[in-house]
């Protein structure tokens, strides 16, 4: 074919390949996919990044080798390869975060954590779907937001994992912020404050560790069940809760557990803990599960059939988090032009069965990481500051805790490493996820890999 009238023709491919994928699709997966070159019936395609490579080999390469064919026969196969053109994946970043960003501005701002208060402006009362199993945790979140410090003083929030508790905690924490001005609040996990108190011994600055904490109008401690056995931990935060007790300022905490059931506790935090209201949450009835489903499908501007929010409701009934998950994951199918059919989302539920999850080993999201950042296996256990060799080993961090749900210790015995470095790479992660669409995107690609039983 004469080479001025490549250009065109291929203009027409792409416009192919747009109509049978879908405008936002086509946006999002092929920017930046050019011809390199053609030898012997193989046409090299150019694209920004081995994660993009990867996700058309696996979801488009017939749908693309079958347009080419149909404006140039002679073509046989097609290849996909990283182009080394500098700058080109940072452009392409630029380009996926501008289209994210047209999409929905909103979107990508509601994840900024605000850094004085560590609250994530997401988590709010009116985002909150009150059923019957949290309408008492709710109606006393909501009265101590207006009434901080006076009433419910200390409020213990408990129930099981994924049932809201972070949320609602957070949600408290914001009302707050927008009731009274110029309160000081703090947010944070209780692992988080007892990693700050034992960097503070390391380097002698308890005073100003103490100060920072006692400053503020309203604590909010998350999962205080990990101060369990951590003697010196608990004593800081008895002192730190009676300051602010006897000023009356707001103090709120969550659990797993009821206060009496966490093991390893002190008698007198313990009495602490128990001395205002100690109230708790139940996993969400059928009818709170599907108005979770179709708020969150609202949220991000899509809908589907009753019959879907109903299987995915019948199949996921003790867990908030996971139910969100799974709608999670049947939008971004759906977003990646697939029909969602009750059948695609049967398939795609069994992937949040325990039996699933318990053939998922941590050597398997070994191979899989492994495999994506073409390294050997054993190369992640390496003690090397390689930029890919430590991107590999944090996203491998965070998939042994999201997926394999190890605690920080365990990842730490698994990896040879100390596990403020693993909490560090994993909080990483985190706060990328928030700000970069694509990051998102390569994570899914990742997942998807490794649920593949």
């Known amino acids: 074919m004469a080479l001025e009238h490549f250009q065109t023709t291929w203009d027409k491919i792409l416009t192919n390949i747009k109509n049978n994928v879908g405008e936002s699709v086509f946006k ?15 046409l090299k395609i150019e694209v920004p990044s081995k994660f993009v490579k990867d996700w058309l080999e696996k979801k488009f390469e017939q749908v693309i080798l079958k347009t080419i064919k149909e404006f140039i026969p002679e073509i ?35 994840f900024e954590i605000n850094p004085q208060t560590n609250l994530n402006p997401r988590y709010r009362f009116d985002n909150f779907v009150v059923g019957q199993g949290n309408e008492l945790a709710f109606a006393a979140c909501q009265a101590v937001a207006k009434n901080y410090g006076k009433l419910h003083n200390p409020l213990f929030v408990y129930g099981p994992v ?19 001005k110029n309160i000081k609040l703090k947010y944070l996990t209780t692992e988080e404050f007892t990693n700050e108190f034992i960097q503070s011994l390391k380097n002698h600055t308890t005073e100003e560790f103490r100060a920072k904490f006692r400053d503020i ?20 935060l008895f002192h ?5 007790f006897n ?42 599960r599907m108005a979770i489903l179709k708020l969150k499908s609202q949220e991000k501007g899509v809908v589907f059939d009753d019959k879907i929010y109903d299987l995915i409701a019948q199949r996921i009934t003790k867990n908030t988090r996971e139910l969100e998950g799974a709608l999670s994951l049947i939008i ?5 032009g697939e029909k969602i059919t009750l059948e695609k989302v049967e398939e795609l539920l069994k992937k949040f069965s325990k039996d699933f999850y318990r053939k998922i080993s941590p050597k398997k999201i070994v191979k899989v990481i492994a495999e994506h950042y ?28 999201e997926i394999s749900q190890l605690s920080y210790t365990s990842i730490g015995e698994f990896l040879k490493k100390d596990h403020t470095t693993i909490i560090y790479s994993y909080e990483k992660i985190v706060k990328e996820l928030k700000k970069n669409p694509l990051l998102n995107q390569e994570l899914e690609v990742l997942k998807s890999k490794i649920m593949e039983v």
Request: aromatic share 10%.
């Open 28 to 42: 999002v997966w092929f920017s930046h996919f050019q011809p390199k070159n053609y030898s012997q019936g193989v």
């Open 374 to 401: 073409e390294i050997k296996d054993e190369d992640v256990f390496k003690k090397t500051r390689t930029k890919h060799l430590v991107r590999a080993r944090q996203f491998l961090i965070y998939f042994l805790r």
């Open 162 to 180: 994924g049932v809201g508790k972070t949320h609602l905690l957070q949600a408290t924490g914001n009302e707050a912020l927008k009731l009274h």
């Open 217 to 236: 109008d309203i604590l909010i401690l998350d999962d205080v069940h990990f101060l369990s056995g951590k003697t010196t931990s608990q004593e800081e």
């Open 247 to 288: 000023l009356s300022k707001q103090i709120i905490f969550s659990s797993d557990r009821p206060p009496k059931l966490i093991p390893d506790i002190e008698a007198r935090l313990r009495s602490r803990f128990e001395g205002g209201l100690v109230i708790d949450i139940n996993p969400p009835d059928y009818e709170t």
């Open 240 to 244: 730190t809760f009676n300051y602010l």
């Open 332 to 336: 971004f199918h759906h977003n990646q």
């Open 76 to 110: 046989k196969s097609i290849e996909l390869v990283v182009s080394n053109k500098p700058g080109l994946e940072i452009d392409y970043q630029k380009t996926i975060i501008k289209r994210f960003s047209s999409i929905n501005q909103q979107r990508l701002t509601i």
